[in-house]
């Protein structure tokens, strides 16, 4: 199985700030990852697909790298909607898809 | 547009079995694959599992293996997730999801059947 850890599990920051969330998979997933933002109540939300495609309708302060085991999300100029919980997704193996566990993106 | 119908809560009792539905519309049923993910409370996301709706083949996690069973009917443009012998930490959310039209990552989510599983 693929493993999937994912840092910090928690992260303060302050509106404009500019912060970086991290996934790294336990084996090479290519470019097969996507980030998702969840807030209480909600369904997750699809925010990049294939590492660093930028999904339709999520605004461009959204940005996504990384290849084979190292993933980063990156949020520009943090706004009052960003605080929210994210997650990453592996979908390489078509058998079995994994999660991270999670960042809470919290106001400092 | 694309929507994931779900069905209600559900009470269970430990052992029992739980049936979550999920009633597709707005697009071509058998066309894509539907996904199942659960989150505990306060928890993370975990996928359970896939069904591909055209052929009803399917891909369980490890973890649900000969608990969980994925159905559908493509008359009724509806999934099924069935899983059993329940324990309480199967308390979560249910979601379905549906991948995007050229991708494999889910894209399109249900509204989510909270299942409670309490004695």
């Known amino acids: 199985d693929i493993q999937m850890t994912q840092s910090p599990s928690t992260l303060s920051a302050s509106l404009g700030d500019r912060v970086t969330i991290t996934c790294r998979a336990s084996q090479s997933i290519s470019r097969w990852l996507a980030w998702y933002q969840q807030k209480p109540g909600q369904a997750p939300k699809v925010l990049i697909y294939?590492?660093?495609n930028l999904q339709s309708g999520v605004p461009s302060r959204f940005s996504g790298s990384g290849s084979g085991t190292e993933f980063t999300l990156t949020i520009t100029s943090l706004q009052p909607d960003d605080f929210a919980t994210y997650y990453c997704l592996q979908y390489s193996s078509y058998m079995m898809y994994t999660f991270g566990q999670g960042t809470k993106l919290e106001i400092k | 547009q694309v929507q994931l119908v779900q069905s209600g809560a559900e009470v269970k009792k430990p052992g029992a079995s739980v049936r979550v539905s999920c009633k597709a519309s707005?697009?071509?049923?058998?066309?894509?694959?539907l996904h199942w993910v659960r989150q505990a409370p306060g928890q993370g996301l975990e996928w359970m599992g896939r069904i591909n709706p055209n052929h009803g083949n399917t891909n369980y996690a490890q973890k649900f293996q000969g608990r969980v069973t994925m159905t559908r009917d493509t008359s009724v443009s509806t999934a099924y997730m069935d899983l059993s012998g329940l324990r309480s930490d199967d308390t979560a959310i249910y979601y379905c999801?549906?991948?995007?039209?050229?991708?494999?990552?889910?894209?399109?989510w249900g509204q989510g059947t909270l299942v409670i599983v309490s004695s």
């Open positions: 999801a549906r991948v995007p039209d050229h991708g494999d990552y889910v894209e399109f």
């Open positions: 707005g697009y071509t049923f058998t066309g894509f694959f």
């Open positions: 294939q590492a660093s």
